[in-house]
């Protein structure tokens, strides 16, 4: 699934993010106090660190999304977007913050038994979903009961868990389907807490329009085309959040639009700016503008579960070659005024096990039809390639000219531009063509890295996979199963190689992401991934 940041919360601080102020400066911010990371928890309550700016309560923050959302509860949104709208609504077991720092979140303390496969949790008193209903153990259970339905986009991220045993009201045990290293980030930070009463009542699909937590925001309203409204939740367990009264989200598919909407202030914040439209914004009174590296990788996938079963594609020769075809140099300098650096594999330079030493295809059109010559398809083939059209910043054009410039070497494309919501659709379904073009984030840290990667290339066990190679499968097995850290990151290593030297994507870029807010916002922080929190976000008059 494209942009989905499925470990949500893992982070790469963007302590160290651009702000340029075009009018008054943007506030240095600090995120949560954390206690010390380790193989126990203690309770925090999310106050914020010395220098953090004071925030203000109440008011009105409008958020501008790139794309129309279609799902918004957290193990169904199909994209980051819809993602980071869904997760103001819950909470998981425990939270990582801007520091990459596990903190306790609705379970106050844990423990994990001496062969690594048992996670006792002991949870937060007090705390109920939107609805009143309580949070207690069986929420847990009852979670990962309905989680692990094959219905959902995510049930994989449940099935890590081989049973879930409720030992008393406050208290829950989740047992690991196999010895996995990555087990407690990917389960305690990444189950979003579902009602049971309320789940049971409504079932899935409703609960995926109007989702019920325990998250510092309660959903009122969603227009679907229009927006997306939600309230504070005045019983929020984090005490004295969030700050804000309300949060209206508007669907602005158009980068111009969305930066004219922030300019006359009738949105306070927007991601996904063009270049061109980042400019415009440069001197306008009231609007700063936030420039960071994006932790995620394009791509044009390939498909060999299904649509691209005994197509070309299959020989690594010609994925090879189609990756030798594209100027992924002159894509970025044309469509993003070079704010972006080619793409060497599924991995990038913030992952842990990044090789330095395995650089990206070069433009090398000459070797690309060698290549094409030696696997027996010297007078080239044809291909269909679809494309969404709303989701990503001048992606239509990089799908257009990867197109064009695989029709040099003698690959014929035949390019259909959909509608992301209709895409995602059928890239969960399986039924894309053997071409498709997309991308995965992922924030620094290798619990989000193993998802990208799996998620993007496990095969049928991966809902938007439309990839298996046994030797990734083995790869990533190891990575789950091997604890040493070091030895772990040297697995991710060979997974860099082997996805560098057999693609099953032609690599593209990594982009610099422009996001734009106005004056009057307090607290924003950006993690690398494109995600963001909005509990400890205000707004100023």
Not at 40 to 66: C, D, H, R
Not at 73 to 102: K, T, Y
Not at 229 to 234: A, C, I, N, R, Y
Not at 458 to 484: K, N, Q
Request: glycine letters at 8%.
């Amino acid at each position: 699934m494209a942009s989905r940041t499925r470990t949500r919360g893992v982070v790469g601080t963007l302590a160290a993010a651009l702000v340029v102020a075009a009018c008054a400066g943007a506030a240095d911010d600090a995120g949560p106090v954390a206690p010390d990371a380790g193989q126990s928890g203690t309770s925090a309550e999310g106050s914020t660190a010395a220098g953090a700016p004071t925030v203000g309560e109440g008011g009105e923050l409008v958020v501008a999304l790139a794309t129309q959302p279609t799902a918004i509860d957290p193990i169904n949104a199909p994209s980051v977007v819809e993602g980071n709208v869904a997760w103001q609504m819950f909470d998981s077991l425990i939270w990582i913050n801007d520091e990459g720092e596990i903190e306790p979140a609705l379970a106050d303390s844990w423990t994990v038994s001496d062969d690594g496969m048992t996670y006792t949790f002991e949870l937060r008193n007090g705390v109920t979903f939107h609805n009143g209903e309580v949070f207690d153990a069986a929420a847990v259970k009852f979670t990962w009961e309905v989680g692990s339905n094959p219905e959902n986009a995510y049930y994989d991220s449940f099935t890590l868990a081989s049973d879930v045993t409720v030992v008393d009201a406050d208290t829950v045990t989740i047992t690991a389907a196999e010895p996995n290293a990555l087990f407690l980030i990917q389960v305690g930070a990444g189950w979003p807490m579902f009602p049971p009463a309320h789940y049971a009542e409504v079932g899935l699909a409703e609960f995926a329009r109007a989702p019920i937590g325990t998250g510092p925001f309660e959903l009122v309203e969603w227009a679907q085309g229009d927006r997306i409204v939600l309230e504070k939740f005045d019983d929020y367990w984090r005490e004295g959040y969030p700050k804000l009264d309300r949060v209206v989200f508007r669907p602005i598919v158009e980068s111009s639009t969305r930066a004219a909407a922030v300019r006359t202030g009738d949105v306070d914040l927007v991601q996904r700016l063009s270049p061109t439209d980042a400019v415009s914004l440069g001197g306008a009174d009231g609007v700063n503008l936030v420039e960071y590296a994006n932790n995620r990788v394009y791509y044009i996938a390939f498909n060999n579960l299904t649509s691209g079963v005994g197509m070309p594609t299959e020989d690594a020769k010609v994925r090879q070659a189609m990756n030798y075809a594209i100027d992924k140099e002159a894509i970025i300098a044309a469509l993003f005024e070079g704010k972006g650096n080619p793409s060497s594999a599924l991995l990038t330079e913030g992952d842990v096990g990044y090789d330095p030493t395995i650089t990206p295809y070069p433009y090398d059109p000459d070797t690309a039809q060698q290549l094409l010559a030696e696997a027996g398809y010297s007078d080239g083939f044809e291909i269909a390639m679809s494309c969404p059209s709303d989701a990503y910043t001048n992606f239509v054009e990089v799908c257009e000219a990867v197109a064009a410039q695989l029709g040099e070497i003698g690959i014929t494309v035949e390019l259909d531009v959909m509608e992301s919501g209709a895409f995602w659709d059928l890239q969960a379904e399986k039924k894309l063509p053997a071409l498709f073009g997309d991308s995965w984030s992922a924030n620094s840290n290798e619990a989000s890295a193993y998802d990208r990667i799996f998620g993007a290339l496990g095969g049928e066990a991966a809902s938007f996979s439309a990839w298996s190679d046994p030797r990734i499968d083995e790869l990533l097995a190891s990575v789950r199963t091997t604890l040493d850290d070091g030895e772990r990151a040297s697995v991710f290593t060979e997974l860099h190689q082997q996805l560098h030297e057999d693609p099953p994507f032609i690599y593209l870029y990594e982009p610099v992401t422009i996001e734009a807010t106005t004056a009057r916002v307090v607290n924003y922080r950006p993690r690398n991934a494109e995600d963001f929190w909005l509990w400890a976000v205000g707004v100023e008059g």
